[in-house]
């Protein structure tokens, strides 16, 4: 086990293309860090780079308190669990699993223990003697981690493992992932552009946007208190609401919102929106003409137009009644906003 800490890391591909652009973290010993953020923000390059597998620019990556930047791969004690697997398609489960730890001279009964130690804990004892084409891909992705598993390593680095997935299969292992992770208490990082796998998965989060970070924190944290309008709206489904001030964006705030004067932006989550109709017109409020009404099951998204046609999107219960071209009154507690100043920054 071991923690891990990177101090100023940059990337820089081909001479100019800034790929990481000076991230510093701390993760702990034992942590499960989720890297989150959109397609082409730096997720893979940094994972890879903690990994070995890429070059550092410039800034230093210690594992284990121990400089790592000029180690190869091999040498830095960590197991990686990609999207595809990687697997030997020659070799049984078994001769996978024990692949890396032959390479290293494990003893012969140390390695059948470890296996089926991992086996056992991943289920798929049944699979030992079969090749993977003969695996489903929940299975292939279980014999992957088992395969990082029974290095017993200082650190799991995880990239977007579950994305060839179903989707409820893709549940089904992320809870998984999270229990056997919590149960060996191993070092991990975990790559993912999907934030609700970064939210269930995560001890602490970490928002990446173009290279750098945007904030670090526990899932709840982010979603309570985003630092900037990028992780308000990133974080959280369907999005954030952002309504720029003064422009007329549809939304009436009397006096009584008060609002600080350096809030530019306002951000109300959908589950912060209630219908006015027939109430007393509280300190906010918009007249707005529904658009359209996703029905999830136990609630629906109400998607909507305020009169100069900015959009709005709020929660309500699923059987709602609400009709593509209903007319309601919409109003929020101020005390539940979230501002941001003119640079997108948490007032
Ligand atoms: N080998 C490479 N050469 C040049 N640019 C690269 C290379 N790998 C990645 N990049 C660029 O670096 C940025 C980050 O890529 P990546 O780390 O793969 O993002 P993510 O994993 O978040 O989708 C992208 O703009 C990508 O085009
Ligand atoms: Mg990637």
């Known amino acids: 086990m071991a923690r891990i800490e990177l101090k100023d890391v940059r990337k820089v591909y081909g001479g100019n293309i800034e790929a990481i652009k000076g991230v510093s973290l701390d993760i702990e010993d034992g942590e499960m860090i989720v890297l989150v953020g959109p397609s082409g923000c730096g997720k893979s390059t940094l994972l890879r780079m903690v990994a070995g597998l890429e070059g550092i620019s410039s800034g230093e990556v210690t594992i284990a308190d121990k400089r790592v930047n000029e180690l190869e791969p091999a040498e830095r004690d960590i197991a990686m669990v990609f999207q595809n697997y990687a697997l030997y398609p020659h070799m049984t489960v078994r001769q996978n699993l024990a692949y890396g730890l032959r390479n290293r001279n494990t003893p012969k009964d140390e390695i059948d ?10 289920e798929i004892e049944p699979f030992l003697e079969r090749k993977p084409r003969q695996l489903s891909g929940g299975q292939r992705q279980r014999v992957a981690m088992g395969r990082a598993i029974v290095r017993k390593p200082a650190a799991f680095l995880f990239d977007e493992p579950l994305s060839n997935l179903d989707a ?5 292992m992320r809870v998984e992932i999270r229990r056997l992770q919590r149960s060996l208490a191993t070092t991990s990082i975990y790559v993912t552009h999907d934030q609700m796998e970064a939210m269930t998965l995560a001890d602490r989060l970490v928002v990446l946007n173009a290279g750098r970070i945007e904030q670090v924190g526990t899932p709840i944290e982010l979603y309570e208190k985003p630092a900037t309008t990028f992780v308000a709206t990133f974080i959280g489904s369907p999005s954030m609401n952002l309504m720029k001030l003064g422009n007329g964006a549809g939304w009436q705030m009397s ?24 109430h007393a017109p509280g300190p906010v409020r918009a007249d707005v003409q529904v658009a359209a009404v996703e029905l999830v099951g136990a609630e629906s998204y109400v998607h909507a137009l305020t009169a100069d046609a900015s ?5 309500v219960a699923g059987r709602s009644g609400i009709q593509i071209g209903d007319s309601m009154g919409l109003t929020a507690d101020p005390s539940r906003f979230h501002l941001f100043d003119a640079a997108g920054r948490r007032v």
Not at 168 to 172: D, F, G
Not at 311 to 315: A, H, I, L, N, S
């Open 113 to 122: 223990r470890r296996i089926t130690e991992a086996a056992r804990a991943l």
């Open 311 to 315: 959009p709005v999107v709020f929660r």
């Open 168 to 172: 409820k299969l893709r549940v089904q």
């Open 255 to 278: 006096p009584d919102a008060r609002l600080p004067s350096s809030a530019a932006t306002i951000g109300i989550r959908p589950e912060d929106i209630v219908i006015a109709n027939g």
